[in-house]
Structure formats: structure tokens, C-alpha cells
């Protein structure tokens, strides 16, 4: 199958897009992987090699599949030159809808009739970003975890007019890549988020609430539950403000206080503790 879609272009050369374009390159799709400037192409190369050579060193990987993994990506900010002759395009750029709509309404001139246009959105409607394009039937959503070389789960989400072949093309190519695919339809935070994200709250507020110390409902969450990481922590991996950005999602699109952000959680995001990246949230990261 994988040889059926040819090439891969993905757009966004972030935490999510260089995972994507490495096991894409990885399974021996050709890739091409597009960003706005070439600092970020060469910071987004940079972290590729460095995955695939932790790979060579457990013995994942030979040093001449990674060699070739590798010389299979093309980098690009050149958009037009990056959807050439691509079977499918997934977008990996920031959480915000006005950008995904815009760059939907131009892929779908710059790409093949033919193409699969597929977005990695957490939370944004792929209804919404497809009826942006020309070609609904065949925009998808196309969730991957974070770290991508190493989680197995692809959530396949299909929007209201998303039809069976693309969602079966997708499904199998998820596969391809060693991943395990699960088909849910579009509705606010879908599956993982609707799920994960209510609790990850939840925890906060039981924070707020003085009910237990963060180290103490982190442990309660492993141990307990057998959860590989405590909800805080997590939250923390994620980042605190993509935490309240997809809980807002969640309570403006489904009308539910059940989902209201903790005000200790917005808190936290006003004062910059964004969680790892910004060295401090729920616990504090040294470097
Ligand atoms: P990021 O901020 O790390 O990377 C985004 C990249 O897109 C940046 O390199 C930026 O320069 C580039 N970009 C922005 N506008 C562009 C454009 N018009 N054309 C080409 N490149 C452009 O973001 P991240 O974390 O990789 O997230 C990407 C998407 O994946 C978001 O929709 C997010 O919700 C989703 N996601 C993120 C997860 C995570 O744990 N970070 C997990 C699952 C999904």
C-alpha cells in the first residue's frame, strides 16, 4: 500500500511533522517535508537524525536503512514543489483553525485532484476545515501521537463527507507504518482528547481543591490505575495552554460545563508555566 500513495508531503516541520515525515521515510515513502523557513527544515533534519540514529544505536534500524530513510526526504518551503506528485498531503501546523483554513483552501488548488488531504488537528472540526476545499470527500483526519516514531496509535477521524475509499487508503497506510489505525468520526476532541482531556482537568482541579498534593495524584493515577505517567505530568508533556485551548474546544462546541477549563489551569498558562517546554509547570524541569 504504501507504495500506492508514492509520496507523502507533510507541511510543518515541528514536534509532530518531522515525527511524521520519519517513519513515513522510515517504511520507504518518499517525503517531502515542508516549513516557512529553511532554520526550522534544518532543526526539524537535525532531530530526525538524531531519532533515527538512537534507532541504529538499538538496533531498530541498520545504519544503511537509516542512511536511506534519510535520503528519502526532500525539505522544502516551497509548498507547490512539496504537494508535486504527492498521493497524500498531512498537515502538522499550528492548533489554529484560521490557518488550517487557509492553507486547506490552498492545497486544495496546488495538489492533485486525486490527493488525500489529511490533518493532524487535535481538536479542530474536520468538517469545517474540509468544507474549505473542493474536494470534501477526500479530507481526513489523520492523528498521531506524540513521540510519533514510538506511540503506535493513529486516530483516523472522518469528517461528514469524508467517503470510504480515502478513509480505507488511510487506515491501511497507518499500517504500513507500523501503527495501529482506529476509525472514530468528527466530534469535538474526538476519542483521545474527549477522554484524556476532561480528566487531565480534573486532576487540576483536584489540585485547586487542596484534595492532594501534584506528586501525590500522580501516584495515585500510576499506581492505581496503571497509567504510565500521572495526569499532571502529562499535562506538562503536552503543554498547559494546548491542554486549555483543546478543553475550550471542548466546552464551547459541546456546551457542557462539564468541560470548563479549572481556573487554576488558566492560571498557570497566564503566568508562562507552560509545563516542560517552558521549564515549569505542574512541576519544574531544569535545562
Ligand atoms: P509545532 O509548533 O511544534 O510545529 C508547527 C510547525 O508548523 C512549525 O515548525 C511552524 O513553523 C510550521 N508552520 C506554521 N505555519 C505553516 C505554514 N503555513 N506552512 C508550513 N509550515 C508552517 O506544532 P506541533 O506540536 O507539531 O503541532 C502540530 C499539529 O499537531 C497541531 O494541530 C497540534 O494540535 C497537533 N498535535 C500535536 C501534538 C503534540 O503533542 N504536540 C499531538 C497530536 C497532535
Not at 59 to 77: C, H, K, N, Q, W
Not at 186 to 204: H, K, Q, T, W
Not at 219 to 235: E, F, I, Q, R, Y
Amino acid at each position: 500500500m504504501a507504495d500506492g500513495i508514492g509520496k507523502v508531503t507533510v507541511i510543518g516541520s515541528g514536534t509532530m511533522g518531522n515525527g511524521i515525515a520519519h517513519v513515513c521515510a522510515q517504511s520507504g515513502l518518499r517525503v517531502a517535508l515542508v516549513d516557512l523557513e529553511e532554520s526550522y527544515l534544518e532543526r526539524a533534519r537535525a532531530t530526525i537524525e538524531k531519532n533515527l540514529d538512537r534507532q541504529v544505536k538499538r538496533e531498530i534500524l541498520s545504519a544503511g536503512e537509516r542512511d536511506a530513510a534519510l535520503g528519502r526526504i526532500e525539505f522544502t518551503t516551497d509548498r507547490g514543489v512539496g504537494v508535486e506528485g504527492s498521493g497524500l498531503v498531512v498537515e502538522a501546523i499550528p492548533e489554529r483553525a484560521e490557518l488550517k483554513y487557509e492553507l486547506f483552501s490552498d492545497l486544495d488548488r496546488l495538489a492533485a485532484p486525486e490527493t488525500i488531504l489529511a490533518t493532524n488537528t487535535s481538536s479542530i472540526s474536520i468538517t469545517e476545515i474540509a468544507a474549505c476545499t473542493e474536494r470534501p470527500e477526500k479530507v481526513i483526519g489523520m492523528h498521531f501521537m506524540n513521540p510519533v516514531p514510538v506511540m503506535k496509535l493513529v486516530e483516523v477521524i472522518r469528517g461528514l463527507a469524508t467517503d470510504d475509499a480515502t478513509t480505507a487508503t488511510v487506515m491501511e497506510l497507518s499500517r504500513a507504518l507500523g501503527k495501529t489505525p482506529v476509525e472514530v468520526n468528527d466530534y469535538p476532541g474526538f476519542v483521545s482528547n474527549r477522554v484524556l482531556m476532561p480528566m487531565i482537568n480534573e486532576a487540576v482541579f483536584a489540585l485547586m481543591e487542596g484534595v492532594a498534593e501534584t506528586e501525590a495524584i500522580d501516584t495515585v493515577m500510576k499506581l492505581g490505575m496503571n497509567h504510565p505517567m500521572g495526569p499532571l505530568a502529562l499535562a506538562d508533556l503536552i503543554g498547559l495552554d494546548t491542554c486549555l485551548n483543546i478543553l475550550e474546544v471542548l466546552h464551547r462546541e459541546l456546551g457542557d460545563d462539564r468541560y470548563r477549563p479549572c481556573p487554576l489551569l488558566r492560571k498557570y498558562v497566564a503566568a508562562g508555566w507552560l509545563g516542560r517546554k517552558s521549564g515549569r509547570g505542574f512541576y519544574r524541569y531544569e535545562g
